[in-house]
C-alpha cells in the first residue's frame, strides 16, 4: 500500500478498504462516476485530504479521499471508456475492420449486456455521427448473427448479451418459442426463427415440431380467435417456404380454405391483423373467391376501416375492376351512404377520379359528418379535418359544376350546424373564389345584421331565451363569486379551486355567446297556413320504401324541433333537406338506420298541427294514398 494512504488509515482519517480502493485510482487511472460519468485521475493532494479528476464536464474537480474511494468506479485499461480516451485512433480501425469485437469490448465493459441505446451513448460523437452510426449499426447487427457469439433481442429496449459458452443462437430461438405461452408471443418467435432460419444445422429435426405446434394453436383459436388462425398460418407458411424440407401435418390447413371458411367474418378479421398480413389476405381474395371477388370486395370496401380501403381500392384496379368500383363510388355518393373512410381516401386520391370529383361528393360528406356527429357528438373527425384544412378540395369539387349547384351547396352551409362560424365561413370563401358573383351570399353571412334566418318554433325559441336567462341571471354570477372566493385562497399557481372556475368561466361565456348569435337569427313560428303542395317547414310527410312497402312519417319542424322517437326532425337535418320542395308521387334518396340508402316515394303531405300540441298523426290508408295520387 502507498506509504501515504498508510499513514491516513493509521491517523483514522481513511479506512482500510476505502485505502485499497484508491490504490487503484492513482494519478492517470480512469474511473466512472454515477452523476458526472468518465473521469480520469488527474492528482492526489494527501495532505490535503483530496485527489484531483478531470472528468468531461468537470475539470479538475477536488474531492476528500474517502468520498472518492466510496463513490469512484475504478476502470481497467481494457476498458471501452479508457481504451477510447487513450487510443482513439485504433478503436476507429476496430469498428471499421472488425465491429463484433468493438460490441464484444463495450459488452464486457458494461458487465456482459448492454441496449442499442447505450452502445449509440458510446459511439456517437467520438466515432461516428448520427448518419454513419445508423448504417454501421445495420451491418453491424447482421455481423453479430452470423458471429453466433451474441444473443440479439426481438425487442429494441432489451439487452444484447454475449452468449454463453455451447449456447447458440438457434437453440436460443427454440427456447424463446418453447416458452411462448400466447399464440401472440408464438407468432413473434416465430417470426424470428423465420429471420434466421439459415442458422439452423437441422431444420428438419429441429423445427418440424414447431409447424406441428403452430398448426395445432391455429386450429383451436380459429373459432374463437380467427384473426390469430390467420397469422399462424401465414407465419407457418413462411416458414414453409423458407425451409423445403418441412411439412404441413393438417391436410386442407391452408389459406385459402381459411378465408372460404371466415369469408362471413372477414370484416371483423381483417382490421385486427398487422398490415402486412391483412394485405396478404386482400391479395388472396380475387384467387380463392373467384367470379364473387368483385362483390365481395366492394361489401368490405364500405365497411372497412382508411386501410383496407386504399388495399381494396388498389387490387380492384390491378384487377381490371375499375369500372366495377367506379360505379359502385359514384352509387354511395350519391345515396349518401359512402363511409367516412371511403370519402377521406377518395378526396386523397381525387387526382385519379375527376368524374367523381363533384357537388355531389360535398352533399355526401356532409351527410358522413352528421352521422358522425349522431353517433359520437364534440368530436372532430379525419374526414372533418380533411374537408376543413384541405384548402384545394372545395375549389376542385365545384371547379366544373353550374353556379346553380354552387349556390345551393353555399345556402346548405349556412344552415348546417356541422361548422364553428369561422370554419363554415372558411368554407364559403373558397366556393366563392370558384364564383366571385356569389359574393353577396357570403357577405349576408359575415354581418351579424344579415345572418342567415333559423327557423324555430315559438316553444323552442322560448326554451333557448329561458336558458340563455338563466345562464346570464345564475349560473354566471354565481361563477363570478366562485372565482372570486377562490382567489382569496392565494396562490394562483397551486389553487385548484381558481383554476376550475376559470375554465368553468370559459365554458359559460362560450355557450352565452352562441346563444346570444342563435337567438339574434332566429324567426319563430306556429307552423300555421304551411304550404301542402309540396314538402315544406310544418308539414307531415309520409313516405313509402319502394323495396319494403312500408310507410313511416315525419314532421318536418323548426331548426330546435328534433325528436327522432316521434318522427319529429329539423328542416336542416339530412332527410329534412332531401325531403323539403318535393310533390306527392315523387322519389327521394333517403340514408337508412345502418347508413345505406333506399328509395322512398312520398305518398301524402299534411300540415302539421300549430306549435303546443305538435304529434304524428295515424299513417294513411291506402284508398286515401290512392286518391291523394289521382289529384
Not at 488527474?42 to 463513490?71: C, G, P, T
Request: with cysteine; glycine share 6%; proline share 4%.
Amino acid at each position: 500500500m502507498d506509504t501515504e494512504l498508510q499513514k491516513l488509515v493509521e491517523s483514522g482519517k481513511l479506512t482500510s478498504k476505502a485505502a485499497e480502493q484508491l490504490e487503484r485510482l492513482k494519478p492517470g487511472a480512469f474511473c466512472l462516476h454515477k452523476s458526472w460519468g468518465f473521469g480520469r485521475v488527474r492528482e492526489w493532494n494527501l495532505l490535503l485530504n483530496q485527489i484531483v479528476i478531470d472528468f468531461a464536464s468537470k475539470k479538475s474537480h477536488s474531492m476528500q479521499v474517502q468520498y472518492a474511494a466510496e463513490n469512484l468506479t475504478p476502470l481497467p485499461s481494457d476498458h471501452f471508456l479508457a481504451r477510447k480516451a487513450t487510443d482513439l485512433v485504433s478503436v476507429k480501425n476496430l469498428a471499421r475492420e472488425n465491429p463484433a469485437a468493438l460490441v464484444r469490448n463495450i459488452l464486457e465493459s458494461l458487465d456482459g449486456k448492454a441496449t442499442a441505446l447505450q452502445i449509440h451513448e458510446w459511439i456517437v460523437g467520438d466515432i461516428f455521427t448520427e448518419t454513419e452510426w445508423k448504417r454501421w449499426w445495420e451491418s453491424t447487427k447482421k455481423a453479430l448473427k452470423a458471429s453466433g457469439a451474441f444473443s440479439l433481442p426481438a425487442k429494441k429496449t432489451e439487452p444484447i448479451q454475449i452468449r454463453g459458452e455451447g449456447i447458440s443462437h438457434a437453440d436460443e430461438l427454440i427456447a424463446a418459442f418453447s416458452k411462448a405461452r400466447h399464440p401472440k408471443e408464438q407468432i413473434a418467435a416465430l417470426e424470428q426463427i423465420i429471420k434466421s432460419h439459415p442458422q439452423f444445422k437441422e431444420p428438419e429435426k429441429q423445427l418440424q415440431p414447431i409447424v406441428v405446434t403452430v398448426e395445432n394453436m391455429a386450429v383451436r383459436n380459429q373459432k374463437i380467435h380467427p384473426e390469430l388462425a390467420f397469422e399462424l398460418i401465414m407465419a407457418r407458411d413462411d416458414l414453409l417456404g423458407c425451409v423445403s424440407s418441412l411439412y404441413t401435418t393438417h391436410v386442407g390447413l391452408i389459406l385459402s380454405k381459411l378465408i372460404l371458411d371466415e369469408e362471413k367474418r372477414l370484416q371483423s378479421i381483417l382490421p385486427k391483423l398487422p398490415a402486412a398480413k391483412e394485405k396478404r389476405v386482400l391479395e388472396a381474395l380475387p384467387s380463392v373467391l373467384g367470379p364473387g371477388w368483385t362483390e365481395r370486395a366492394l361489401h368490405l370496401m364500405e365497411g372497412s376501416h382508411g386501410r383496407m380501403v386504399a388495399q381494396i381500392a388498389r387490387i380492384l384496379g390491378e384487377g381490371g375492376q375499375h369500372a366495377d368500383l367506379r360505379t359502385m363510388l359514384e352509387r354511395s355518393i350519391r345515396e349518401h351512404s359512402a363511409t367516412s373512410e371511403m370519402l377521406i381516401w377518395l378526396c386523397s386520391e381525387r387526382e385519379h377520379w375527376n368524374e367523381l370529383i363533384t357537388p355531389d361528393l360535398l352533399g355526401a360528406i356532409l351527410a358522413a359528418l352528421e352521422r358522425e356527429k349522431h353517433n359520437a357528438p364534440g368530436r372532430a373527425s379525419k374526414l372533418y379535418r380533411a374537408l376543413a384544412e384541405d384548402r384545394q378540395l372545395v375549389g376542385d369539387i365545384f371547379k366544373n359544376a353550374d353556379v346553380a349547384l354552387a349556390r345551393d351547396a353555399m345556402r346548405r352551409l349556412q344552415l348546417s350546424p356541422l361548422f364553428d362560424e369561422l370554419t363554415k365561413r372558411s368554407l364559403l370563401a373558397r366556393i366563392v373564389k370558384v364564383y366571385p358573383e356569389l359574393e353577396s351570399m357570403i357577405t349576408g353571412v359575415e354581418g351579424p345584421e344579415k345572418a342567415a334566418a333559423l327557423i324555430v318554433s315559438w316553444s323552442s325559441l322560448e326554451k333557448r331565451k329561458a336558458e340563455y336567462e338563466e345562464l346570464v341571471k345564475v349560473k354566471i354570477p354565481e361563477n363570478t363569486k366562485e372565482i372570486a372566493l377562490a382567489r382569496s385562497y392565494g396562490d394562483l399557481s397551486e389553487n385548484f379551486e381558481f383554476k376550475a372556475a376559470k375554465q368553468m368561466q370559459s365554458v359559460l361565456m362560450r355557450r352565452k355567446a352562441e346563444l346570444e348569435q342563435m337567438l339574434h337569427n332566429a324567426r319563430g313560428t306556429s307552423f300555421e297556413n304551411a304550404d301542402t303542395s309540396r314538402v315544406s317547414i310544418g308539414t307531415i310527410v309520409t313516405v313509402r320504401d319502394v323495396e319494403t312497402n312500408s310507410d313511416e312519417a315525419y314532421t318536418i319542424l323548426g331548426a330546435w324541433d328534433g325528436d327522432p322517437d316521434r318522427h319529429i326532425i329539423s328542416y336542416q337535418t339530412a332527410i329534412g333537406q332531401a325531403l323539403l320542395g318535393h310533390e306527392i308521387g315523387e322519389t327521394v334518396s333517403l340514408s337508412t338506420e345502418d347508413g345505406t340508402a333506399a328509395q322512398f316515394m312520398i305518398v301524402s303531405i299534411q300540415p302539421a298541427p300549430p306549435d303546443g300540441i305538435v304529434h304524428a298523426p295515424d299513417l294513411p290508408t291506402e284508398s286515401a294514398i290512392q286518391a291523394a295520387m289521382a289529384e
